[in-house]
């Protein structure tokens, strides 16, 4: 089974300031990486698949980068609707596996 | 717009059969692959596995001796039974669609792009 690993595991940010999420795969995933977002009472939503691209619906800030094994999700300029939890999740083998989640939080 | 939407039972006790179905409405039901994920309450995603139109299956290694997905293509209708339950199977549960990529060593999921709302399911005595 693939380990997924985030961190940090909170991530205090000011509004308009820009978040930096890590996610380190315990074996090379190529770019099979999906991220999502999670409010509170909410399902997950997808916000970047291959790694890098960008659903249409989602907003140019958020942005994904990395391949084989190290992986990021960077929010710009955080708007308050951005405080939430976020996940990645590989898709490279199965079982597909899930990161313990990064919740980004108003400091 | 693609929609699921999932029912069964909330509240089961010790040993006793999980049964969720999800229902999709909008969109193709051959060309992608329906899964089951479940997050415990305060914790993480857990994928617990996906079929595909054909009924091919693939179940995460933890539950495998204990769940069974199958696919109504009649309905656009997909279920989840999970047995022997115990408390460590209390979780939100949700289903999701994942479209189908080629691959060079075949078919595969890969991003899960529509949810349903999930539905909570405590195993109590």
Known sequence: ?107 | QVQLQQWGAGLLTPSETLSLTCAVYGGSFSDYYWTWIRQPPGKGLEWIGEINHSGSANYHPSLKSRVTISIDTSKNQFSLKLSSLTAADTALYYCARSPRLITSSGAASYKLDYWSQGSLVTVSS
Request: proline residues 7%; hydrophobic residues 30%; glycine residues 8%.
């Open chain 1, 1 to 107: 089974e693939i380990v997924m690993t985030q961190s940090p595991a909170t991530l205090s940010v000011s509004p308009g300031e820009t978040a930096t999420l890590t996610c380190r795969s315990s074996q090379s995933i190529r770019s099979n990486l999906a991220w999502y977002q999670q409010k509170p009472g909410q399902a997950p939503r997808l916000l970047i698949f291959g790694a890098s691209t960008r659903p249409t619906t989602i907003p140019t800030r958020f942005s994904g980068s990395g391949s084989g094994t190290e992986f990021t999700l960077t929010i710009s300029s955080l708007q308050s609707e951005d405080f939430a939890v976020y996940y990645c999740h590989q898709y490279n083998d199965w079982p597909r596996t899930f990161g313990q989640g990064t919740k980004v939080e108003v400091k």
